[in-house]
C-alpha cells in the first residue's frame, strides 16, 4: 500500500506556455500533499504544502502566481507551472501524508520538465 | 530554521562491507527523521521512518537511529551490495514538513 503516482513522467514545452503535473494517492487518502524540486546533483527542496480544499502553504521564495497547486480531493494534487521559462526546467516531486497516522510521506516517482 | 547535513558526500567501498551514513540536523525538535534511498533520474524511496519518541528502527540489512539530544541520526548498512549503489537522503524537520539533507552518494564495489 501507500503508492503515490505522478503524471506526466516526462514533459518537454516551449517557454511561456503552462504545464500540469498531477499527484495522485492510488490507494490511500491523504490529508496533505507536498511538493517538491530538485535541480541536479542537488537535494530536494519543499515548494509548497496543500491541505484538502484549502488554499496551499508556500515555501519562502516560491511565487504562488507562478507554481498554482489545486487539492481538490483526497487523492489528487496538481501543479501547474504558469508562463514557464528555462530555469523553471527541473525534477518535480511530490509526496502525500495519510489521513491520522505516523506522518510519514510517501512520495511519487517524479516528473522531469524540461523547457525550450 | 532546521537545517540538515549529510557526511560523507559521496563513498565507494567494497562489497561486503558494513557501513555508517551521518546525517546532522540543527533543530532538536523534530517531528519525524526519514531515510530515503534515490537512484539516478528517479523519485525516492523510503527506507526507514523514526518517530520522535523512537530512537531506531530496522529494516532487513538496514538500521537507523535518532539522538534528537546531539541532532544526529545514522543509518548503517550491513553487508553492503551493490545493488545499494545510490545516493541516500535523511530528511526531517519540526513539523510534519521535511527538510532534506545534501546526501551522500554511495558506490559499491563487487
Known amino acids: 500500500g501507500a503508492v503515490v503516482s505522478q503524471h506526466p513522467s516526462r514533459v518537454i514545452c516551449k517557454s511561456g506556455t503552462s504545464v500540469k503535473i498531477e499527484c495522485r494517492s492510488l490507494?490511500?487518502?491523504?490529508?496533505?500533499m507536498f511538493w517538491y524540486r530538485q535541480f541536479p546533483k542537488q537535494s530536494l527542496m519543499l515548494m509548497a504544502t496543500s491541505n484538502e480544499g484549502s488554499k496551499a502553504t508556500y515555501e519562502q521564495g516560491v511565487e504562488k502566481d507562478k507554481f498554482l497547486i489545486n487539492h481538490a480531493s483526497l487523492t489528487l494534487s496538481t501543479l501547474t507551472v504558469t508562463s514557464a521559462h528555462p530555469e523553471d526546467s527541473s525534477f518535480y516531486i511530490c509526496?502525500?501524508?495519510?489521513?491520522?497516522?505516523?506522518?510519514?510521506?510517501?512520495f511519487g516517482p517524479g516528473t522531469r520538465l524540461t523547457v525550450t | 530554521k532546521q537545517e540538515v547535513t549529510q557526511i560523507p558526500a559521496a563513498l565507494s567501498v567494497p562489497e561486503g562491507e558494513n557501513l555508517v551514513l551521518n546525517c546532522s540536523f540543527t533543530d532538536s525538535a523534530i517531528y519525524n527523521l526519514q531515510w530515503f534511498r534515490q537512484d539516478p533520474g528517479k523519485g525516492l524511496t523510503s527506507l526507514l521512518l523514526i518517530q520522535s519518541s523512537q530512537r531506531e528502527q530496522t529494516s532487513g540489512r538496514l538500521n537507523a537511529s535518532l539522538d534528537k539530544s546531539s541532532g544526529r541520526s545514522t543509518l548503517y548498512i550491513a553487508a553492503s551490495q551493490p545493488g545499494d549503489s545510490a545516493t541516500y537522503l535523511c530528511?526531517?524537520?519540526?513539523?510534519?514538513?521535511?527538510?532534506f539533507g545534501t546526501g551522500t552518494l554511495l558506490a559499491v564495489q563487487p
Open positions: 490507494d490511500f487518502q491523504a490529508t496533505t
Open positions: 530528511a526531517g524537520g519540526a513539523t510534519n514538513k521535511l527538510i
Open positions: 509526496s502525500a501524508s495519510r489521513v491520522g497516522l505516523s506522518g510519514e510521506q510517501y
